[in-house]
């Protein structure tokens, strides 16, 4: 069983940057496709980023170019640096961990088996 612990959420300026951070705790971290995810007010959960074991990276194109996700092995700590912040991105950000995640399912939810509780994120001019 994979335990996950999201933080550095907060508010933040339209424009500015913070990064996330997402502990994990049992399981094989390395092993893991890891993912962030994120749910706007009145809105469905939607893929933001996700990163492979090999390191591999992929994007929404709603955060392409502006945000980074990146992984520490030997910490067992999930980064998401996030830049230009727009108002749009205020939402809940989860961090996910699976261990069965393929290409043609990456950006879904189902894909992913244990999920943090999730870390809040506000962004206003």
């Known amino acids: 069983q994979v335990q996950l612990v999201e933080s550095g959420g907060g508010f933040v300026h339209t424009g500015n940057s913070l990064r996330l951070s997402c502990d994990a705790s049992?399981?094989?971290?390395?092993?893991?496709?890891l993912a962030w995810f994120r749910r706007a007010p009145g809105k469905e959960r939607e893929f933001v980023a996700t990163?492979?074991?090999?390191?591999?990276?992929y994007y929404s194109d709603a955060v392409k170019g502006r945000f980074a996700i990146t992984r520490d092995n030997a910490k067992s700590t999930l980064y998401l640096e996030m830049n230009n912040l727009k108002d749009e991105d205020t939402a809940v950000y989860f961090c996910?961990?699976?261990?069965?995640?393929?290409?043609?399912?990456?950006?879904?939810?189902?894909?992913?088996?244990?999920w943090g509780q999730g870390t809040q994120v506000t962004v206003s001019s």
């Open positions: 049992g399981g094989t971290f390395r092993s893991y496709t």
């Open positions: 996910a961990a699976g261990e069965r995640v393929i290409t043609s399912n990456t950006a879904s939810a189902s894909a992913y088996d244990y």
């Open positions: 990163i492979r074991p090999s390191r591999h990276a």
